[in-house]
């Protein structure tokens, strides 16, 4: 049996919520349709999406996707993401939050097409 992976995050309410509801770890990759280094780190993502354990939650976001453009500008704005492809880690107990629920500070993260860099980051996960 496939793992599901979520390819949809239409609201920061959601977003905000399925980090509250982590199971252990989220990873979030952003990426888009028409960008060579996102179509250069496929496989590498796509075998760890199916072969992560249960309390990895990942979430694979198409950042020209309607549905997700409110969560990929919001990153954007807080400078958790400066473009595509980016790799997002949110370990459980790592999650803060200010009083309006703003922060969400990744507990790491990688950027770039760079095969050897995204291997490493994800064996560290």
Do not use: Q
């Amino acid at each position: 049996m496939e793992k599901d992976v979520l390819v949809e995050l239409p609201s920061l309410a959601l977003f905000r919520e399925l980090l509250r509801l982590n199971p252990g770890l989220v990873v979030i990759r952003l990426t888009s349709s028409n960008c060579a280094a996102c179509r250069r780190i496929d496989p590498l993502v796509e075998s760890f999406f199916a072969s992560s354990p249960a309390h990895v939650l990942c979430v694979d976001l198409t950042v020209e996707d309607p549905a997700n453009r409110a969560v990929y500008a919001w990153l954007r704005a807080r400078r958790r993401v400066s473009g595509v492809p980016t790799l997002l880690s949110y370990a459980r107990a790592s999650v803060d939050v200010d009083d309006d629920g703003g922060w969400y500070i990744p507990t790491s993260s990688v950027s770039g097409g760079s095969v050897e860099h995204v291997s490493a980051w994800l064996r560290s996960l």
